[in-house]
């Protein structure tokens, strides 16, 4: 959150694929990137969401949401996470009691690691994700 400081005759837009709102005393939330948004069934699903409710859970040391395509879904949710052992149904049971129906992960890897950028931020594009061996 930040207080965005803007006179309306000097504004100009820069396109940094950010999605947030403003508040009514102009705060600006910023909820997460355009690129990240999974579209899942008609609805946006945010991984960010998803992950901050799986990283609740004290077993697991790290997670990464993305989307899948899918033919009927349009995307399937995936989640990737960092655990000693199986926890498949452990985190099925927590999704069906913190995240709305439409945010449930289809699908649960759990995986060595976790893939982070050279800016330190997840990498959550398929292609990207293809090819690095990540699932146990």
């Known amino acids: 959150t930040g207080k965005l400081n ?4 000097a504004l100009s837009w820069i396109a940094t694929g950010d999605l947030g709102w ?3 005393v102009a705060d ?6 355009k690129d990240d948004l999974i579209l899942s069934n008609s609805h946006n699903v945010f991984p ?8 609740d859970l004290p077993e697991i040391k790290d997670c990464l949401v993305y989307g899948e395509a899918d033919p009927l879904f349009g995307e399937r949710i995936v989640l990737a996470y960092m655990a000693e052992s199986d926890l ?3 985190i099925r049971a ?19 690691s976790i893939p982070y950028n050279s800016n330190g931020k997840k990498v959550r594009s398929p292609h990207q994700l293809k090819g690095l061996g990540v699932a146990l």
């Open 28 to 33: 600006l939330m910023v909820v997460g990137r």
């Open 22 to 24: 403003m508040d009514e």
């Open 88 to 90: 498949n149904d452990l």
């Open 48 to 55: 960010t969401d998803i992950e901050d409710t799986i990283l």
């Open 94 to 112: 927590h999704c069906l009691s913190e995240l709305l129906p439409f945010q449930i992960p289809h699908r649960l890897l759990r995986v060595r």
């Open 6 to 9: 803007w006179a309306p005759e």
